[in-house]
């Protein structure tokens, strides 16, 4: 019996059954058997284990469905909402409330497909800056944030390049400079081991220090600005220093010619961006990294001191 199309190569899948035969330490047998689907194309190799799908054995008027699985497990299916409740033993369910005996005809595989999980509602989405959390991979968002300021952008993501306009635009401003039409824009990681410059429109070099939970050192600062000068000497140079964190003052990279670019001016940008529009995942991503480090930052304001964890320190 064919359920659906290997999601693969295309081809039938079948139903079959998977096994594996295991020696145990004390020298018996154990079997291990699963029913699967199978690609019908030899060389694809294409296989999923699927469940059995449960019987309806009893119902709440014509909204809610009770849901038997192995094990006399049991789940809530509440049509109306579209939503599958967590499973318990079916008897503590009927136990619990008014079932009748079901007399419908759904077709329960297609209910599923369609279903939330209930559990869902209190998860978090996987956020890609959970586990990129080096400077190098904020190093990269930069990049390819700041690589959307370019104007022949506008057209493939009008709001998302706005955000990225905004963005510069402030660096620009810091320096006491009005943000260019950026018609070319040159960025490159680890030049001289700065970590971002992004030159524009062949006049301006953009120098970012990035950092995430350290600080500048060894005159590092200075060190970059002279490496820029060396191999482009004619470009105006606008120095920004990246931090998400905090640290306890800035006085040697205002000194070394840089501006503090702080986490709370990214969540301006970033937001502001947000309430016109952008909703490139990547994006909101950041944006929702940044804004729970805020929210963890700024804990000591409403939480108990005995609840304070580092970042509220």
Same mark, same amino acid.
């Given at each position: 019996?064919?359920? +659906?199309?290997?999601?693969?190569? $295309?081809?039938?899948?079948?139903?079959?059954?998977? #096994?594996?035969?295991? #020696? &145990?330490?004390?020298?018996?047998?154990?079997?291990?058997?699963?029913?699967?689907?199978?690609?019908?194309?030899?060389?694809?190799?294409?296989?999923?284990?699927?469940?059995?799908?449960?019987?309806?054995?009893?119902?709440?008027? =014509?909204?809610?469905?009770?849901?038997?699985?192995?094990? #006399? *497990?049991?789940?809530?299916?509440?049509?109306?909402?579209?939503?599958?409740?967590?499973?318990?033993?079916?008897?503590?369910?009927? $136990?619990?409330?008014?079932?009748?005996?079901? &007399?419908?005809?759904?077709?329960?595989?297609?209910?599923?497909?369609?279903?939330?999980d209930s559990e869902a509602a209190y998860l978090e989405a996987p956020n890609l800056f959970e586990f990129a959390t080096s400077e190098l991979s904020q190093d990269a968002f930069l990049c390819w944030f700041i690589s959307w300021s370019q104007e022949t952008h506008r057209s493939m993501n009008k709001p998302l390049? #706005? %955000? %990225?306009?905004? @963005?510069?635009?402030?660096?620009?401003?810091?320096?006491?400079?009005?943000?260019?039409?950026?018609?070319?824009?040159?960025?490159?990681?680890?030049?001289?081991?700065?970590?971002?410059?992004?030159?524009?429109? +062949?006049?301006?070099?953009?120098?970012?220090? +990035?950092?995430? @939970?350290?600080?500048?050192?060894?005159?590092?600062?200075?060190?970059?600005?002279?490496?820029?000068?060396? %191999?482009?000497?004619?470009?105006?140079?606008?120095?920004?220093?990246?931090?998400? *964190? =905090?640290?306890?003052?800035?006085?040697?990279?205002?000194?070394? $010619?840089?501006?503090? @670019?702080?986490? +709370?001016?990214?969540l301006q940008v970033l937001n502001r961006g947000k309430e016109k529009g952008v909703t490139h995942p990547i994006y909101l991503d950041y944006l929702s990294y940044l804004t729970k480090l805020d929210h963890k930052v700024n804990a000591f304001k409403s939480e108990l001191i005995s609840n304070w964890e580092a @970042?509220?320190?």
């Amino acid at each position: 019996m064919t359920k +659906d199309l290997c999601p693969r190569c $295309g081809a039938r899948l079948i139903e079959s059954e998977w #096994e594996r035969v295991q #020696e &145990t330490c004390d020298g018996g047998i154990m079997l291990d058997v699963h029913p699967v689907y199978k690609c019908t194309q030899q060389d694809c190799g294409y296989m999923m284990r699927y469940e059995l799908v449960p019987d309806i054995i009893a119902q709440q008027g =014509d909204d809610r469905l009770l849901l038997l699985y192995p094990n #006399e *497990a049991g789940r809530i299916l509440d049509i109306r909402d579209n939503v599958i409740w967590p499973e318990i033993h079916y008897q503590s369910i009927l $136990g619990r409330g008014c079932w009748d005996p079901y &007399t419908g005809n759904h077709d329960v595989s297609k209910l599923l497909e369609n279903a939330r999980d209930s559990e869902a509602a209190y998860l978090e989405a996987p956020n890609l800056f959970e586990f990129a959390t080096s400077e190098l991979s904020q190093d990269a968002f930069l990049c390819w944030f700041i690589s959307w300021s370019q104007e022949t952008h506008r057209s493939m993501n009008k709001p998302l390049h #706005e %955000a %990225a306009v905004d @963005f510069v635009s402030m660096v620009f401003n810091d320096h006491q400079y009005p943000v260019p039409t950026i018609r070319k824009i040159n960025i490159t990681r680890q030049f001289q081991s700065l970590d971002v410059l992004a030159i524009v429109n +062949d006049t301006y070099a953009i120098l970012i220090e +990035d950092k995430t @939970f350290t600080k500048n050192h060894s005159d590092q600062l200075n060190r970059y600005r002279e490496a820029v000068t060396k %191999a482009c000497p004619k470009l105006i140079q606008l120095p920004v220093y990246y931090k998400i *964190a =905090d640290q306890s003052h800035y006085q040697s990279v205002e000194a070394a $010619g840089y501006i503090p @670019f702080l986490r +709370d001016r990214m969540l301006q940008v970033l937001n502001r961006g947000k309430e016109k529009g952008v909703t490139h995942p990547i994006y909101l991503d950041y944006l929702s990294y940044l804004t729970k480090l805020d929210h963890k930052v700024n804990a000591f304001k409403s939480e108990l001191i005995s609840n304070w964890e580092a @970042f509220a320190w």
